[in-house]
């Protein structure tokens, strides 16, 4: 992908026309993007930041049926969830590994109420299920876990599930949409809808980084902006109720010494009724999620302190290792977008339920939903595009499309696994320039060869695109990032041919964001 190619390819094309132009480069406007290109339908996305800027990249990194959805009943949810995460580990294996959980039992009905609740998750899973769960004794547990707290402990019930990297699948979804013909442009905000006769028929855009507008006409417009749904909708009708309601939920990351093994902790219940997880990513720790309803939208959210606390008092419940704010290497916040539903008392009773409507205007927009069925929002909002842009009706493709980058084989511990196929190019580059196999910091497991790979494959444009989404480093170890931002806007100058002023705005903007990614 190359950002001045596809910016070429909207101002070459007559009238600026596309059939279909979605609003949005997060998990759901990627989703339609794959699903529409792959349809044959002229398709145009647009992004007001980067790819997965926004919640697509501050998720729990798993790919999973939601065991509290099984615990609410909501059944045909877990289904879907089920369902969408054994495609998706069977279209994109490069991407998503197999993660065993252990669920800790305290008390004496912990082992039958959990064990009998997974068997259901297993059954419900079907032929795309991964391994049968089962029921681990105190000596089994112990070996499994063995930082865990042995207080009490009585054994465990083992599950399966899938954990993956969000923004590297974001990222892969746009290659496999380019790869379909689609037109994709990150820093390409909305700030208008053309219209005609009142209906919608188009957009108008700012590009971010050079300040030049453009009215782009489309057959459908698309409004798949995640938490900026209404905000968009409002752009289309300003007297419009809203249609969802906020949510944040933050995660801590840790060192490897707190669960020094391949098996995630999963905690049923908290104080608040949610589900916590603590599970080793990238040589590290994530523990999450809080559920904390928000009012104000926010580009940037940041943690409240009485999020830090909860984390910190939850793991320490569950880890021998009690780990303090001195110990998080990095803390993220995440907005969620939530169906509105009037008669729930709080969010966390909020169902992640995806819903897709049709303004007087025209406007589709979709909204809610989980990165788990991706896929099925994708397919559901093409779905009705075909029937509000009268196109002729072309079934789906993506339930058996193999995503970008696909390739079987690949270990999870390998340091390219994510780029799948492509990691041999990679590697090519470091043969080409053997400077490129340095890392960007001793503690950050990424090359200087990646950052080349992202400029010249990926569409990264700032320095923050490379050090959060193309990479993890912000999310690993934010103070480890900050020191490896000159060395990687010094990579990223030369590919661009910048000057030095540029390298020295993006490291001073990219520090800033990053302090407060920092709890000391």
Not at 5 to 34: C, E, N, W, Y
Not at 150 to 173: C, K, N, P, V
Not at 187 to 196: A, H, L
Not at 387 to 392: L, R
Request: glycine share 8%; with cysteine; charged share 25%.
């Amino acid at each position: 992908m190359n950002r001045y190619q596809m910016l070429k390819r909207v101002t070459d094309s007559p009238l600026h026309r596309f059939g279909v132009i979605i609003i949005g480069g997060g998990a759901t406007g990627l989703g339609a993007a794959v699903d529409a290109a792959a349809r044959g339908h002229n398709v145009l996305l647009v992004e007001q930041g980067d790819f997965a800027n926004g919640t697509s990249s501050r998720s729990t990194k798993l790919i999973h049926g939601g065991l509290r959805y099984l615990k609410q009943g909501n059944i045909s949810l877990v289904l879907e969830a089920l369902r969408e995460r054994g495609l998706l580990c069977k279209n994109a294996p490069h991407l998503i590994r197999h993660r065993s959980f252990l669920v800790p039992n305290y008390k004496w009905w912990e082992g039958p109420f959990y064990g009998i609740g997974l068997k259901i998750y297993d059954m419900m899973a079907g032929k795309l299920g991964l391994a049968p769960s089962k029921h681990l004794s105190y000596e089994e547990t112990i070996k499994k876990i063995p930082t865990l707290v042995t207080e009490g402990l009585r054994g465990a019930t083992l599950y399966y599930d899938g954990q993956f990297d969000d923004a590297r699948l974001a990222i892969a979804l746009a290659q496999t949409a380019a790869d379909k013909g689609a037109t994709l442009l990150n820093y390409m905000q909305v700030t208008g809808f053309v219209k005609r006769k009142d209906v919608v028929k188009g957009v108008i855009v700012k590009d971010q980084l050079t300040g030049r507008e453009h009215t782009i006409q489309g057959r459908v417009v698309v409004n798949a902006t995640g938490v900026f749904c209404d905000q968009m909708r409002k752009l289309d009708d300003p007297q419009v109720s809203n249609l969802i309601t906020l949510s944040q939920g933050i995660h801590l990351v840790l060192d490897k010494s707190f669960l020094p093994t391949d098996t995630a902790i999963m905690v049923p219940h908290t104080d608040d009724g949610r589900v916590l997880f603590m599970v080793p990513w990238y040589d590290k720790v994530l523990v999450g999620t809080t559920e904390t309803s928000i009012k104000e939208l926010s580009l940037e959210p940041r943690a409240f302190s009485e999020e830090v606390d909860f984390l910190l008092k939850h793991a320490a419940q569950y880890l021998s290792k009690r780990p303090t704010r001195d110990d998080v290497r990095s803390v993220f916040a995440g907005l969620r977008p939530l169906i509105r539903k009037e008669t729930a008392q709080d969010t966390a009773s909020i169902s992640r339920e995806h819903a897709v409507t049709v303004s007087p205007s025209g406007l589709v927009t979709i909204a809610g939903g989980k990165w788990t069925t991706y896929r099925k929002m994708g397919k559901d909002v093409i779905d009705l595009v075909q029937t509000v842009g009268e196109f002729n009706e072309i079934a789906s493709t993506t339930e058996n499309l193999s995503l970008y980058g696909y390739s079987t084989g690949i270990r999870p511990d390998d340091k390219l696994a994510v780029y799948g196929s492509e990691a041999n190019n990679i590697l090519s580059l470091i043969k080409s320039d053997p400077h490129l196999q340095d890392f960007i910091h001793p503690n950050l497991p990424y090359y200087l060869a990646e950052v080349v790979w992202h400029v010249r494959h990926e569409m990264a444009m700032t320095l923050e695109d490379v050090l959060a989404r193309r990479t993890r480093a912000l999310f690993l170890d934010a103070k480890a990032s900050i020191e490896a931002a000159p060395k990687v806007a010094e990579v990223m100058s030369h590919e661009f041919g910048h000057n030095s002023c540029w390298q020295e705005e993006q490291v001073e903007q990219y520090t800033q964001l990053a302090k407060g990614y920092t709890l000391t």
